[in-house]
């Protein structure tokens, strides 16, 4: 934290010079990449001196469904294990390389958990385990001495203070030697006895997180100084309580869990990597990050320390399968080189991950290396200023960067040719209308596996057969309605302008020129119509009974999932059934827009192996990605898949009237659910062959992108929206007109995106 404030620090000083810079410069390196020939140096994967890591894998052939509490005896490896539908419990063990692997049932009170598993030097086992109490609300605790037949020859009751809780679980207490328990409470640690008798307690002054025996013959319990930021590590002396402290600045907070190495060596996972600390010299070094040996960290169960070159893991798949790992340093003589993409991303999306970790295990040739912008306040300018020093990342995952500025300043590719090589992912293999929405100019920089529709809906008999409205058309229907009725559900006046302009940003910014329009004709008429609605305190929530009385008369309609055509056609059965609109326009347009659910991608003009960036986007496009995840309309991706294929199947499976069995074994059952509102319930069955041609012209409709304003993801339209809201109050005040609040705006936005460009 303290090194990204102090980076933007410097950074301010720099910041006009820098972004005035930015887009020059770019355009003058992209300009130059169609005349260079790729580089026949390659970037090489991250090295560590003359060694890396790489993790091998192999399956856990026993009864338990997960592992935890892993430690040692001489050359084998013991650990917990679990049946959570049995409740049963066992002991494992097995040598370091996983084999040879014993499992022993644990004999436990009916409701008692296993929690830590300790041997001490002379083999003698020891186990923590808990029980919840209904009448105090929490848990209680217990030591047991184990029989190697998983029996209990002793159990003790840790009597913890009924005001002074404490903790026990992984990295949260430490079975000693002689089987007394030091245990971590909110900002205190405990000592027990080996009878379970409080002895002690050592005051922290911080809250805690963990404890730990080190390899210096030490005990050490870690936790935020304090600021409440950062980590620091404290030295806990049995008689005299907690003395050397040691801060660990710029870590996570609550991502870090701290294992012990040999002798003065610490080993700190925060989730991203694992690097080594010393804690005489104080220095921290990176050992390997998660993805690139290909391991998803949230997976991760237990990581087990064996040498300074070696670690075991346990993980628990999606599949819910357990594995073993193996992480062990090897020369890099040893291992065939790959060549590094980087994808930058503002956030890293679980489903992403997964497939970059999957792309790395597999792939021969290219290896994923991730830049995730997250921790940074402003996202897309720090991505902006590594761009200016040269770390231009080969991929980018767009969620939340202004696409439609890269595009228009040359800083993407075009995906067509790489389409064109391609034999499975071709151009027409996506719906027309979606790619012709995400073109700019002919070419395709930008593209996402699903998408939905952002628009109003509303009866047959009050939009007839129109798909688009103009604010004309909304003015003859808000003179016309009750003055009960609610004009459009969940749109209050604060809303309003900012949904027209995230609908239809490209009528409001031209990104290439810097030109900016809100002191325009048609913004003043969204300004003085937003008048027409409730102050958001008041916005009403409204029912689909609501609709279906006319009481509500236009809903705002996001298209994700392709049953939802016939719950709106339901709820406004008795006027014809639905229609769906574009959000309103000065003039008719019929053109409603999209924006990509899944994340969308793009390659940069300065990747040196766009065929291999293609590789690994290309796994998002297939037919069999489109159709993970289930056979019909609810087990889809998020969103509409874009391939015209996936989107045919996906709606033969909506039409479904009697279940099936597929070539391939899948089981096909059709549609029969329920949308529930309070008392108001819709059927929601097969789909008719005229609602699927309803859905295919809705879609064929579409015609830009936008942005939801309710999930703005793109950083720049949600800085637009923030200053389109602070001037709102004194238009809706009527301190300005709506003249005056468009010119402000108009100032303000343009200020903006001058700074920006």
Request: glycine content about 6%; overall charge neutral.
């Amino acid at each position: 934290m303290r090194k990204q404030k102090s980076r933007f620090f410097i950074i301010s000083l720099l910041k006009q010079f820098a972004l005035y810079c930015l887009f020059f410069f770019l355009i003058v390196v992209v300009a130059g990449c169609g005349k260079q020939k790729e580089k026949k140096v390659q970037k090489e994967i991250t090295k560590q001196e003359a060694y890396h890591y790489q993790s091998f894998f192999q399956p856990i052939p026993i009864e338990a469904d997960d592992i935890f509490s892993l430690c040692r005896k001489e050359n084998r490896i013991f650990m917990l294990g679990s049946k959570e539908k049995e409740e049963h419990y066992f002991l494992i063990s097995c040598d370091f390389n996983g084999k040879d692997m014993i499992q022993t049932k644990l004999v436990l009170k009916k409701g008692e958990k296993a929690e830590l598993l300790s041997i001490n030097s002379k083999g003698q086992y020891y186990l923590l385990t808990s029980i919840f109490v209904k009448k105090k609300e929490r848990e209680q605790y217990y030591l047991h001495i184990l029989k190697e037949d998983g029996t209990s020859a002793k159990r003790y009751h840790l009597k913890e203070e009924e005001n002074y809780p404490i903790y026990i679980g992984k990295g949260r207490a430490v079975i000693m030697e002689d089987g007394s328990v030091l245990a971590i409470g909110n900002q205190e640690v405990y000592l027990f006895d080996s009878k379970g008798k409080k002895k002690k307690q050592f005051d922290f002054r911080n809250e805690v997180i963990g404890i730990f025996f080190a390899g210096d013959g030490n005990y050490y319990s870690y936790g935020y100084d304090n600021s409440e930021i950062n980590i620091i590590i404290k030295r806990l002396d049995l008689e005299k309580g907690f003395s050397k402290e040691i801060a660990l600045n710029d870590l996570q907070k609550n991502s870090l869990d701290i294992f012990a190495g040999k002798e003065t060596i610490l080993y700190l996972n925060d989730r991203s990597k694992v690097s080594s600390f010393d804690l005489t010299e104080g220095n921290i070094k990176p050992l390997f990050d998660w993805i690139s040996i290909g391991i998803n960290e949230d997976n991760i169960r237990e990581v087990f320390f064996i040498d300074d070159n070696s670690f075991r893991m346990i993980e628990k798949t999606e599949q819910a399968k357990l594995e073993f790992i193996i992480v062990k340093r090897v020369e890099n003589k040893e291992v065939e080189e790959k060549k590094v993409l980087t994808l930058a991303c503002t956030k890293l999306n679980k489903r992403v991950k997964e497939h970059i970790l999957d792309f790395n295990r597999k792939e021969k040739d290219y290896q994923i290396e991730v830049k995730d912008y997250s921790e940074y306040e402003d996202v897309v300018n720090a991505l902006n200023l590594d761009m200016i020093s040269g770390q231009i990342p080969d991929i980018l995952c767009m969620d939340g960067l202004p696409a439609d500025r890269y595009q228009k300043k040359g800083i993407l590719t075009d995906l067509y040719p790489l389409m064109g090589e391609d034999k499975e992912v071709r151009k027409e293999d996506f719906i027309d209308s979606v790619r012709n929405a995400a073109e700019q100019d002919g070419k395709l920089f930008i593209m996402g596996s699903t998408f939905c529709l952002n628009a109003l809906v509303g009866s047959k008999e009050l939009l007839k057969d129109k798909n688009y409205i103009t604010f004309k058309d909304l003015e003859k229907i808000y003179k016309t309605m009750p003055g009960d009725n609610v004009f459009i559900d969940f749109m209050s006046r604060q809303d309003f302008p900012c949904s027209v302009v995230c609908d239809q940003m490209e009528n409001y910014i031209n990104w290439e020129s810097g030109e900016v329009f809100f002191n325009t004709k048609e913004f003043i008429k969204v300004l003085e119509f937003s008048k027409n609605f409730p102050d958001r305190k008041d916005i009403y929530i409204g029912k689909n009974k609501s609709a279906k009385d006319g009481t509500i008369l236009l809903k705002k309609f996001s298209f994700t999932q392709l049953d939802m055509i016939q719950e709106y056609d339901k709820i406004w059965k008795n006027s014809g059934g639905c229609s769906v609109v574009g959000y309103p326009k000065q003039e008719k347009d019929t053109k409603i827009s999209m924006e990509f659910q899944e994340p969308a991608f793009a390659i940069t003009e300065q990747c040196n192996n766009k065929k291999g960036a293609w590789k690994f986007l290309r796994q998002f496009f297939t037919y069999e990605y489109q159709m993970q995840g289930g056979n019909n309309v609810f087990d889809s991706l998020l969103g509409i898949p874009v391939r015209k294929d996936a989107l045919k199947k996906k709606l033969k499976y909506a039409m479904t009237v009697e279940s099936y069995t597929e070539k391939d074994g899948t089981r096909i059952e059709p549609i029969n659910t329920t949308s529930q509102d309070g008392e108001y319930e819709i059927k929601i069955g097969p789909l008719s062959k005229k609602e699927v041609k309803k859905i295919y012209s809705i879609i064929d409709c579409i015609g830009r992108i936008g942005i939801s304003y309710n999930i703005a993801t793109d950083m720049t339209t949600q800085k637009v929206c923030e200053i389109i809201q602070e001037e709102l109050g004194a238009f809706f005040a009527e301190d300005k007109t709506a003249e005056e609040t468009a010119e402000i705006i108009q100032n303000r936005v343009k200020l903006y995106v001058n700074e920006t460009l």
